[in-house]
């Protein structure tokens, strides 16, 4: 199926050009990554601050073979396709792909981002890529979460109402 969004980027030397020529314009390129499953309100804080630390916000989704990987056999719930298209239509959004790789690693090296997102508690030496992202002279940044939203709390809520019906 073709995507909807011209957002979407299925091919990676692609996206590198269109990263390159972002930078040549003087622009700023914020990258992040994740499984991005069930969007839920700390998403889109997450990510509008991501985009608010640059000028182009670009979005690598695991792919549902690596969020299976990670995340256990009944992950994800929305697939790929699904998954692209949602991360596209978001109006902070300017590219997103998908990585299948156990890490964003081979991306980041590709792509070279000006800043490098990551959200949660990870220390930026621990982030990865940033080793990466620091030696070409940018930045790496850890962004909270908002407290009480997550996809496995999401996750129990679906499954605690579903269970309180049957």
């Known amino acids: ?3 909807l969004s011209n957002k979407i980027v299925e091919d990676q030397s692609q996206l590198q050009q269109q990263v390159r020529q972002w930078q040549e314009d003087g622009l700023k390129v914020v990258f992040t990554n994740g499984c991005f499953d069930l969007i839920h309100l700390g998403h889109i804080q ?10 182009k916000l670009v979005v690598a989704l695991n792919t549902d073979a690596s969020v299976s990987r990670l995340k256990g056999s009944h ?3 929305n697939d790929e396709a699904s998954r692209l298209e949602v991360m596209a239509a978001f109006e ?4 997103v792909t998908t990585f299948g790789e156990e890490t ?6 590709l792509l070279r981002p000006d800043v490098l997102v990551k959200g949660g508690d990870w ?25 009480g ?3 496995t709390n999401l996750e129990q809520k679906i499954i605690s109402a579903h269970n309180a019906k049957s």
């Open 46 to 55: 997450y990510l509008r601050e991501a985009k608010a630390l640059g000028d």
């Open 1 to 3: 199926m073709k995507p």
């Open 149 to 151: 939203y997550s996809t």
């Open 104 to 109: 964003p690693y081979e991306i980041i090296q």
């Open 92 to 95: 902070f959004t300017d590219a």
């Open 75 to 77: 992950r994800p719930v």
């Open 123 to 147: 220390a930026v030496e621990k982030i990865i890529g940033s080793d990466i992202v620091l030696s070409a002279g940018g930045k790496v940044i850890s962004l909270s979460f908002a407290p």
